[in-house]
């Protein structure tokens, strides 16, 4: 009698990328959201009755992607402030912006665009920062996308918030209401150290060792940063943070951009974990992280968007061929970041960076089916030597044509389930509309 499951899924190949290459031939079967079993196809035929069976030639099944940095809201900044450093870019148009128009509404309409667009391109999960984060989480739930929700903190009032204290005590209450829902997680969320104070990370650090939490938060974006914390502080901002206990296994630093070989060594020896965001790093100008240093270190590197606002785009294909790319070109070693290490960085590593990696970023049987189905069949990827190759220097978010999260189809035929299309399109423009200059 054969066992009954939910899904048998059947690509030419299957990355399970916590193993070396792909495998040929191979099934994935799923029930009740988890990955049950990987083995042959035809052995998964014959042992499974599966409710549904999905024929993929030409394609290659990979764990649904981990955005492990982002501001979902500000996908409706889209275009609005380009060209611009970041320092310009924040006091001169986007906050001024975010003053303007940022409110629960906002926060819920800009997170379900943002979260239809980083379905429809792989990524089933993110790690959001910003304002109103019960807003997101309502927008990221009715969507079906797994996130981890950042419980804000600044020095400085808001549409959200007017204080440090009300900071922590409207994200804690949203961790409190939400805690049990199985595709939302929690990590505090510091803007950066140039907009909170020493006392404020403290009791973040408290807070986020007695609830177990990521802190995630932005370092070293820029030389300016590091140039202000020495004028205030006496020292650069990694330093600092140091100083007061937050580097440790529980952070997540965005950007890294301008770091030296002590704090690689430092951020490598706490255990920490960088949030590389190559694309935004290089529209705003602010520089080149050394990704290949920081993972020769042994620091886990995993592959952030950043905000639909500085990059345009919530694309972790695009991102994944850029950092192979620049690592390549930056070091002069052609080999610096190979295209298996850089898919490792938008699937394993950011799972791992947000305590998730016992349940997604990789294929293997017991975690949740949170799976992607990408088409290489096409002519202008032929021919295919190596599968891992060309989803890194081949492949981009077009060719996603299939998306599970937590076993539950939300992209078919390249199409979204749940999502109406022309609803999103509307809500973008009444805040175009709102926004304009």
């Not at 890194?392 to 199409?415: I, M, P, Q």
Request: aromatic share 6%; proline share 5%; hydrophobic share 50%.
């Amino acid at each position: 009698m054969k066992t009954p499951a939910d899904l048998v899924l059947l690509p030419q190949w299957v990355v399970p990328v916590e193993t070396e290459g792909a495998l040929t031939g191979h099934a994935v079967v799923v029930h009740g959201g988890r990955i049950v079993d990987l083995l042959p196809g035809d052995a998964a035929l014959a042992r499974y009755d599966a409710h549904e069976i999905y024929d993929l030639p030409g394609h290659a099944l990979i764990p649904g992607l981990v955005n492990l940095h982002g501001h979902a809201a500000m996908t409706l900044l889209r275009g609005y402030a380009d060209d611009q450093p970041l320092m310009r870019w924040l006091s001169e148009r986007i906050w001024p912006a975010e003053k303007q128009c940022v409110s629960e509404a906002f926060v819920r309409d800009g997170s379900l665009l943002a979260a239809a667009e980083m379905l429809a391109g792989g990524i089933t999960t993110c790690n959001d920062m910003y304002f109103f984060p019960q807003a997101a989480a309502e927008a990221f739930l009715q969507a079906g996308l797994r996130a981890t929700l950042g419980m804000i903190v600044l020095e400085f009032a808001s549409a959200y918030a007017a204080d440090i204290d009300d900071y922590l005590a409207k994200g804690l209450a949203v961790r409190d209401a939400l805690k049990d829902e199985p595709l939302l997680s929690f990590a505090f969320a510091p803007h950066a150290p140039y907009t909170v104070s020493d006392a404020g990370f403290a009791r973040i650090n408290t807070l986020a060792e007695q609830l177990g939490v990521p802190i995630h938060t932005h370092i070293h974006e820029t030389g300016d940063e590091i140039r202000d914390s020495l004028k205030q502080y006496g020292v650069r901002p990694l330093e600092r943070l140091a100083r007061l206990g937050l580097l440790g296994p529980n952070f997540i630093g965005v950007h890294a951009v301008h770091v030296n070989e002590a704090e690689i060594a430092s951020l490598a020896g706490h255990g920490c974990h960088v949030a590389h965001c190559p694309a935004s790093n290089l529209k705003l100008a602010s520089g080149i992280a050394p990704a290949a240093a920081l993972a020769r270190a042994g620091v886990n590197l995993g592959l952030g968007s950043d905000s639909a606002a500085s990059n345009n785009r919530l694309d972790l294909f695009a991102e994944m061929r850029l950092a192979a790319l620049l690592a390549k070109g930056i070091s002069g070693d052609a080999a610096a970041l190979p295209a298996a290490a850089a898919l490792r960085m938008a699937t394993i590593n950011g799972a791992r960076a947000l305590n998730l990696d016992d349940r997604i970023g990789s294929i293997v049987p017991g975690k949740r089916a949170d799976l992607v189905a990408v088409d290489l069949g096409g002519f202008a990827a032929q021919p295919v030597f190596d599968p891992v190759s060309h989803l890194v220097y081949v492949a981009g978010r077009e060719h996603v044509t299939h998306v599970w999260v937590d076993g539950r189809l939300k992209l078919a035929d390249r199409r979204l389930v749940d999502l109406d299309m022309a609803d999103l399109a509307a809500r973008a423009a009444y805040w175009r509309g709102k926004l304009t200059p």
